[in-house]
């Protein structure tokens, strides 16, 4: 059996590395860059969004605009994981970047705030690609442990984005015009470079080996996860406008409760080639890990939406300054993401993160929900530090939990739908925060200019002569001069408390910062069940191989049992974990 030999001694010889370090060095940059443009699009956004929603007469429609976004780029994720583990992850990367980049050109060019919400769900398409793809393609070709290590730094730059993006944010939309264009459009327009650069990065040195199958792509499936998560967005976030039993609300429940049901039975009846396979969560590691991730989202997003609001309304920083002020936040995640990362990368074991990283954040959300309008800043500035802390342990080992608890043939898909479960937590936090936050105003504004202490400054005020001649307090005293219409006094535009005398502004500011307590008594209890849910959370041991690397030796072991079949005089498959008994016409031997 000469042949034979030499095939099976070929077989068994030390395969060569997949990657040198130089080209797995090369395509992490190349990620980077592309998670940079990502993530600093949402932080830029979000600190210049009171100036833009001002310019364009909308304040309380802004919401609008971060939801089209979060609900687009959480749609598209799941389909985007399952589209390259068909097709490959480069071109679906490529096609995500331009489809972002064509939506920042958009955006920048909007008229009103209708027009921005669509164009951010444009710029969406695209977003949904970039947050999911680059820890898929990190997990091809890294082992968990040095993934570990690598997904701390790509936190890191997530962390660095979200310190650039409030202050590039606040300096643009703090600038009247620029090249003949407001200030404020500028925050969409400079994306370009760094897309360009991105796309430059991807093309020439993300060249991972693809397996393409021939398999069924799930339109239905996907078409029925729109059906069934938009509506209950859309409740979530009009609910307080519509009424909460009104015909478009029950409508709302009913469409998405069918779209999730026949989801599900979609998905069950597609198999392996479903969107978001069911046999995933037969395993409790992903199934928690997903539950965890929802939360997680819950969290975090609705911290890092309202806290620029507070700091922007209630202590009166321009946008530049209040994204000073989110330093905090962003140096805690970026110690956590990095320790961590390190230690899970040199000991292998995860699970204890979870556990503290919720606790932390929950001791961040307990001092938001004690704070008063005349607070001290530092008070807001530690509960940011808390939940970044807590933050930074949490988003890369929930991920790195989800991928280990699947196959290779499934990381595409697993990452997609940590990350998809991940953002509509996200996604409805947002939505929650600012729906509940404008249903209580009217009536916190209301017991504010109810209290004796802040209505008898407010009535000394108004009668001082040079209170009532300085110009900068014209609009608030217009506004007082029409008590009932107080309760929406913050709905379109808040500018008019930048430069009032402090004693007409107490009662706003109280009012205010009182209703964006009960988002924070939200998220504190989100991550409360979060932190319950984690001390059951099991973790099994990382596995030692790249998903490339198990991927290549799963094809090596089909072409080899191919191989014994086609061979006469073998019997059976051949077993990797004992020797494989192999008859010829000598009678069994082993090899």
Known sequence: MPQRDQRSSDADAAPAPLMTKRQIT?????LMIAMFLSSISQTVVGTSMRTIADDLKGLELQVWVVTAFLIVSTIVTPIYGKLSDIFGRRPLFLI??????VGSIACSFSQDMVQLAAFRALQGLGAGGLMSLPMTIIADVLNPRERAKYQGYFLAVFGVSSI?????????????????????????LFNLPIGIAAVWMVFHYLHLPAHHERVKIDWWGAALLVMGVVPLLLVAEQGREWGWGSTAAIACYAVGALGIALF????????????IPLHLFRSSTFSMATLLGVLTGFGMFAAMMMIPFVLQIVHGMNPTEAGFATLPMILGLMIASIGSGQIIGRTGRYRLFPVIGFGVMAVGYGVLVTLQFDSPLWTLLLAQLFIGLGLGQLMQTLTIASQNAVRAKDLGVATSAATFFRQLGGTTGVAVAFSLLYARLPQTLED???RRDLRAQLEAAAQDPQVVADPDNARILDVLQQPQQIGSALNNDSSFLNTADPRLAAPFLDGFNTAATGPFWVGLAAVAVAFVLAIFFKAPPLRQKSAMEEA????????????????PGTYGPPVTTAPIPVVDARGPRRR
């Open 448 to 450: 504010a200019f109810g």
């Open 264 to 275: 599900i039975i979609v998905e069950s009846r597609m198999g392996d080639a479903a969107l």
């Open 552 to 567: 290549l030796d799963d094809r090596a072991r089909v072409a080899q049992l191919k191989a014994d079949a086609s061979t």
């Open 96 to 101: 995500a970047i331009v489809l972002f980049l």
């Open 164 to 188: 650039l993006g409030p202050l590039i944010g606040g300096v643009l939309a703090g600038t009247d015009e620029i090249l003949f264009l407001e200030g404020w459009r500028w925050v969409f």
């Open 26 to 30: 090369l395509v992490l940059v190349g």
